[in-house]
């Protein structure tokens, strides 16, 4: 059987390929997170109206947004195999750590189609001081890499249990809420024109920590 | 010969267990077996419901860690660790599934690609040729009856042309034109590699020049 030299890296673009093609067909998580960016935005918007330089609730309305309009991908990214009964066949053709590396590019490049819709109409009815660009794009992606290994971690540990809606609400909350503290921390910190140097280290830390983590786990998830 | 099809095994292939035995939680899955099989060769494993024939094949295709004992796949000198045996073993079995969204190109060409084959799309034309789906290539999973499906799971195992095939049930949901293709399809696998069929179907117990019995009362009973 010819096979081409790296076939590990070879699975992860397949599978990061069929991930890309499933959502473009079904729509599965991408209509529901627009949807919720959408609706959560407009209605504070027609509620309180621009917020103007509170910051602090800038910060962590971008970050409540985001997060939620994401989860029900992210969080679903191995419960759709088990439930349409296709873990089998990926498992046949390519390791673990391979399917959660293709997943987690997958969910890497789902946040950040969201934050393409939603981050430049959160500045629009939001308001608020114009962002430090660089330092704004440092939060968004870190907070982003950090938030899908963590998702993507979660997900495939709770994906073979029963009740595993619950439970990735209860793995999740403790693994999450650095990440979140972070992102929304160094946020603000960059409207209030100070540095975010201390976040971005936390956030990259974090997410290599969660990776590295990951990389030992995955291979040991799915042994029956 | 196109490297999508069989290729006869150049070095020696043996499959061996000892002493493999399987629990699900306290319900015994498989009794412990030990056995030795040679490449070429097609196989037979009989035995009642509960018995342990998929239990045993999950474990031989590296799906299912067994509680105890070891299955070792061997070709030359190299032992394949479970890890690895994807790579060399091919799978059908009816809880196969396909993703609903994608064609039944698309899906297999995922599978080729996944594995590495350098030519995905010639060693998926192979294998739907070779189980007769090559009329259906651009249907959606979805749009295929139950022999049909069949004949995709089929196709899936002997993509890329693997050394061993384990089939489980792969004459069900079948036509008669469909059972005729998995007896073709078993000699020519026989030929060139190792191929282990799971079965209680006379017509299919045929196909194997050897069989292994499993000999447990069946439906799981609690040791």
Same mark, same amino acid.
């Given at each position: ?43 504070v918007s027609f509620a309180v109206g621009p917020l103007g330089d509170r910051t602090d609730i800038l910060s962590a309305l971008l970050w ?11 969080? %679903? ?7 349409? %009964? ?88 403790? +693994? ?31 997410? +290599? ?5 990951? +990389?030992?786990?995955?291979? %040991?998830?799915?042994?029956? | 010969? &196109? ?30 077996? &030990? ?19 998929? !239990? ?12 105890? @004992? ?17 790579? #060399? ?25 996944? #594995? ?9 034309? !192979? =294998? ?43 004459? &069900?949901?079948?036509?008669?034109? @469909?059972?005729? &293709? ?16 799971? !079965?209680?179907?006379? #017509?299919?117990?045929?196909?194997? =020049? ?14």
């Amino acid at each position: 059987m010819e096979r081409k030299a790296s076939s590990s890296a070879a699975a992860v673009w397949a599978i990061l390929r069929k991930e890309c093609r499933s959502e473009w067909r079904t729509r599965y998580g991408l209509n529901a997170a627009l949807l919720f960016a959408v609706t959560s935005l407009a209605a504070v918007s027609f509620a309180v109206g621009p917020l103007g330089d509170r910051t602090d609730i800038l910060s962590a309305l971008l970050w409540v947004v985001l997060f939620f309009a994401a989860l029900s991908s992210l969080s %679903h990214a191995f419960v759709r195999e088990i439930e349409g %009964h296709t873990l089998t066949l990926l498992r046949l053709v390519a390791s673990p750590t391979a399917i959660a590396l293709g997943k987690l590019f997958f969910n890497l490049i789902f946040l950040v189609v969201i934050e393409a819709v939603t981050v430049p109409l959160f500045l629009l009815l939001m308001g608020g001081p114009p962002p430090g660009w660089s330092r704004f794009l440092a939060m968004l992606s870190l907070g982003s890499v950090a938030l899908a290994a963590s998702c993507t971690l979660v997900s495939a540990i709770i994906a073979q249990t029963r009740g595993r809606g619950a439970l990735f609400a209860g793995v999740s909350f403790p +693994l999450l809420l650095p990440v979140l503290a972070a992102a929304v921390k160094g946020t603000r910190a960059q409207w209030l024109g100070g540095t975010v140097g201390a976040e971005a280290s936390i956030l990259l830390a974090y997410a +290599l920590a969660v990776f590295g983590v990951s +990389l030992l786990l995955y291979d %040991h998830l799915w042994e029956d | 010969m &196109s490297a999508a099809v069989a290729q006869p095994v150049t070095a020696p292939l043996a499959l061996e267990a000892e002493g493999l035995m399987h629990r699900y939680g306290r319900r015994q899955g498989l009794d412990p077996l &030990s056995f030795r099989l040679a490449a070429p060769s097609a196989v037979v494993l009989t035995g009642p419901n509960g018995s342990g024939k998929s !239990t045993l094949l999950r474990i031989l295709a590296g799906l299912l860690r067994p509680t105890a @004992g070891s299955a070792t796949l061997r070709i030359g000198a190299e032992d394949l660790p479970p890890s690895a045996r994807r790579l #060399r073993v091919g799978f059908a079995s009816p809880e196969l599934a396909f993703y609903d969204e994608l064609s039944v190109t698309e899906n297999l060409v995922f599978a080729a690609e996944a #594995r590495g084959l350098a030519d995905p799309r010639v060693a998926v034309a !192979t =294998a739907l040729e070779r189980v007769g789906l090559a009329a259906r290539a651009r249907d959606l999973v979805p749009e295929l009856s139950s022999g049909m499906k069949q004949r995709l799971r089929l196709a899936f195992a002997l993509l890329g042309g693997p050394a061993v095939v384990l089939l489980d049930e792969p004459g &069900s949901h079948l036509d008669d034109e @469909g059972r005729a &293709s998995v007896a073709r399809l078993v000699d020519e696998q026989a030929r060139a590699g190792l191929v282990i069929l799971a !079965t209680n179907d006379e #017509r299919e117990m045929k196909l194997g =020049a050897q069989s292994i019995e499993l000999r447990r009362r069946g439906l799981g009973d609690p040791a």
